[in-house]
């Protein structure tokens, strides 16, 4: 166990699959008590079963985080169980890809809702808590497409940026006490939709890598759960890349 207890507390969205379940493991493997919510039952099923064979207990709650309700619904049994949140990891992301001329309202609507709407929806949840004991660990898992555009993707660019401006707006608003706020924007990342990929298509976008491979979901784990620790006290407002040098600036 690190610099945290196990009473420290942490919600992370979308934590079921890759990157988001990766999260949940580190988060626990330094101390934290780890909550995470679901909206597909049959791959949380999935995710439940193969997480306790690997000995974790990580709490997991249906909870739609594009709703605002559900999120104070989940937000207040969370903390009835357990207490206040200490970190939340807000990595609930969706796709909808397609040009913006072809692109339907609907289409722009849900990835809005699901990547960016949620980030409110969960932090005005437990801002007010991390307040009221000076400690607060806010991480915000955007993506090197919400840095550099990619075609195709509007409205996932678009939403992702804006996880930034979030970001730097209420780090300020809430630096001097004790919480920090933090963008972290993955670049290819070797989850299941990325392996899903056709393999020419995936040597392309390897070639465009200088380091010459995809990350791996450990490799983003590994900093959010250094940005969720006491040592990461002074880094607040930032958006760190892990992409390989992919984009650099």
Not at 115 to 132: E, H, K, P, W, Y
Not at 171 to 180: F, L
Request: charged share 20%.
């Amino acid at each position: 166990m690190s610099d945290h207890q196990q009473t420290k507390l942490a919600l992370v969205t979308g934590g079921t699959g890759g990157i988001g379940a990766a999260i949940c493991l580190a988060l626990h493997d330094s101390g934290y008590k780890v909550v995470t919510n679901y909206r597909n039952k049959e791959k949380a099923q999935k995710w439940r079963s193969e997480v306790l064979e690997k000995g974790y207990d990580i709490g997991i709650y249906q909870a739609d985080a594009s709703s605002f309700d559900e999120c104070e619904q989940l937000v207040r049994k969370i903390e009835a169980e357990y207490g206040t949140i200490d970190a939340l990891v807000n990595n609930a992301g969706i796709t909808r890809d397609t040009t913006l001329r072809k692109m339907s309202l609907a289409q722009w609507s849900e990835v809005l809702h699901v990547n960016l709407d949620s980030v409110f929806n969960m932090t005005r949840q437990v801002i007010n808590g991390m307040l009221a004991k000076n400690f607060g660990r806010i991480i915000n898992i955007s993506s090197i497409n919400g840095q550099k555009g990619q075609l195709g993707q509007t409205n996932y660019s678009a939403s992702k940026r804006g996880m930034h401006g979030f970001s730097m707006a209420l780090a300020q608003e809430v630096a001097r006490k004790g919480i920090t706020v933090n963008t972290v924007s993955p670049g290819y990342i070797a989850t299941e939709m990325v392996m899903a990929v056709p393999e020419d298509i995936r040597q392309k976008i390897i070639a465009d890598i200088p380091v010459g491979r995809l990350g791996s979901v450990e490799e983003v784990a590994c900093l959010v759960n250094f940005l969720a620790s006491d040592k990461a006290a002074f880094i607040t407002g930032a958006d760190i890349a892990v992409n390989g040098g992919q984009l650099m600036f």
